[in-house]
């Protein structure tokens, strides 16, 4: 008999009303009922009930609850029910975030800004690779898993499997590990910075807060160790190590090549429009903001407020919903999604999905109606409930 997918741990046994519920449920799921609603005061078990849900059904699970502090609690929770499966914490990484807008009223102009949390980062990019990696996995987000993420194909395409004993030179290792956005440096060391010192190499992976240590010799990777970020205890020899990207997006130079080429020429079909309908200060607006962006994504691969642009480097068509946490969840042979969704205090949180929806497109079409953004901005946008 094959090992179940996860492991429920609880010195409890599902009571009351609980045996019923978790039948019926499982029944909802066996006729393939795309919705199904678990109702219950506070304090009565819901969690517990959901938590023997997924061990009966046995695929990988995203929980979406409505705030960050809401998300921490019942991820705490799973990991309790569930300490031997990965359960992760997905939400917003920043700390302070204003949207790029323009109020017509006043002329005002407001360009976006943003403090990044870089454990938060760390989180997320433990949740993807968990995903891309792991069938137990169980991933309990903000609504922030409705925004736009980089591609899980080209995110997972780009990855390293260093193995001991592999033919490897140091000089070669480390431009392929700047090729995946990691960052080299002479200081302490950070998820997604590495350091090189002689003929070994420490690197800390951007979902880590452990550092690996690679020792080079005879053209080859001679020893993989990992060690303690603050006491440098060895902890332990490894005979592989898997490195993602620092980055969710991942852009080859072929494909970033054929973006600019699209954003071009878009570029040049919105000035005609603008210009034909006499508004010029709008098509100068567009034409310096789009002429500078393209200039800095061709010298140096990126710009601020590059999700701008999204569609073009994803090369999707006009409408076609972005890549978002829910891409890197598994499909069946189909091609049909192939994981369960629990939407917590969905009273609260479907309305506040529909609205995140609504205000982003009003705040997208300020800024193309008056040049500031090409029309593709709309398509870097969170995801809709239907």
Sequence with gaps: MSKPVFQLHSKFAPAGDQPEAISA???GLGKKMRFQTLLGVTGSGKTFTVANIIEKVGKPVLVIAHNKTLAAQLAQEYRDFFPNNSVHYFVSYYDYYQPEAYLPTSDTYIEKESQIN???ERLRHASTQSLLTRKDTIIVASV???????????????NMVVKKGERAERSEFIRRLIAIYFNRTTADLAPGLFRVLGQTLEIMPVSEEGIHRLTFGDGKIQRIERIHPITRALQGEEESLLIFPAK??????????RAVYDIRKEFGERLSVLEGEGKLLE????????????ALIEE???????????????????GQPPH???????????????????????HVTLPQIGGM???????????????????SAKDNRPMKFF
Excluded at 144 to 158: D, Q
Excluded at 283 to 294: G, M, P, Q, S, V
């Design 25 to 27: 449920l499982l029944k």
């Design 118 to 120: 870089k454990e938060i």
């Design 144 to 158: 922030s898993c409705i925004y736009g993420l980089g591609s899980p194909e080209e995110y997972a395409k780009v």
């Design 248 to 257: 969710h997006f991942v852009t080859p130079e072929a494909e970033r090549l």
């Design 283 to 294: 098509a100068d607006r567009l034409k310096r903001r789009t002429t500078e962006d393209i």
């Design 300 to 318: 140096i691969g990126y710009c601020s407020g590059i999700e701008n642009y999204s569609r073009h480097f994803d090369g999707r068509e006009a």
């Design 324 to 346: 978002s946490l829910l891409s890197y969840f598994p499909k069946d042979k189909d091609g049909k999604p192939d994981f369960l969704t629990i939407i917590d205090e969905s």
């Design 357 to 375: 929806y609504e205000g982003d497109r009003s705040r997208k079409e300020m800024l193309i109606e008056h040049g500031f953004r090409l029309p």
